[in-house]
């Protein structure tokens, strides 16, 4: 079964300092991970995937299928990145399109 | 239109009673989504749509949920006899289809069941 789990409810850290989201999945074949992120009274979008291998507004994740983990990383938080955080898994072999959440991620960044 | 759109917005209901969610995805886009969005539950999968394809009703959370899709693009989303734990935010999704397309959120429908 696919599972998405994310520990955190809430991580509130100082301006400046490094941020590190976890995220740890379950699921037998190859997947797709995903971070989608939803700032104050804004829609959910989508802030990177692993396949892409990018870094977008300074973050970055990177699959490990040995820990079969995808943790948000961040070396210097900004104010502006307080949102909430969901990370999130497609099955890539079965390809069915689904996406499957974890519970999501409060950040909070302090002055 | 621009992006996915929801209505309504905002829904207060009274318990028992029947209520019906709109969703337009974005023109073109074949592959439509509905999640719940509660707090401290995260975003629960309800339901996603491919095409002419047979949905994926696996997370529906119980028979009182249904969703249909006309035309291959508006979803009504329909809870019946609606409970106090039905609510939360409902969430419409959509992309151009499967795999590593990009899915679009609409900004979700608030339920609240009093």
């Known amino acids: 079964a696919q599972r998405v789990t994310q520990p955190e409810k809430l991580l509130s850290v100082f301006k400046g300092a490094p941020v590190e989201l976890k995220c740890n999945y379950s699921?037998?074949?190859?997947?797709?991970l995903f971070w989608y992120v939803q700032y104050s009274r804004q829609r959910l979008q989508l802030l990177l995937r692993h396949i892409s291998r990018e870094s977008i507004k300074g973050f970055t994740a990177d699959l490990n299928k040995g820990e079969t983990s995808f943790h948000l990383k961040k070396p210097f938080a900004q104010e502006e990145d307080s949102a909430m955080y969901y990370c999130a898994l497609r099955g890539g072999s079965s390809n069915t399109g689904k996406l499957i959440f974890g519970q999501g991620t409060t950040l909070q960044v302090k002055p | 239109g621009a992006g996915v759109s929801q209505s309504p917005s905002n829904k207060v209901t009274e318990k028992g009673k029947d209520v019906e969610l709109r969703c337009d995805p974005i023109s073109g886009h074949t592959a439509l989504y509905w999640y719940r969005q509660s707090l401290g539950q995260g975003l629960e999968f309800l339901i996603y749509?491919?095409?002419?394809?047979?949905?994926?009703k696996s997370g529906l959370p119980s028979d009182r949920f249904s969703a249909e899709r006309t035309g291959g693009s508006v979803s009504t989303l329909t809870i019946q006899r609606t409970q106090q734990e039905d609510s939360a935010v409902y969430l419409c999704a959509s992309s151009r289809g499967m795999g590593g397309n990009t899915i679009y959120f609409g900004e979700g429908s608030w339920l609240t069941v009093v």
């Open positions: 749509f491919q095409g002419n394809s047979a949905p994926d």
């Open positions: 699921y037998s074949g190859s997947p797709e």
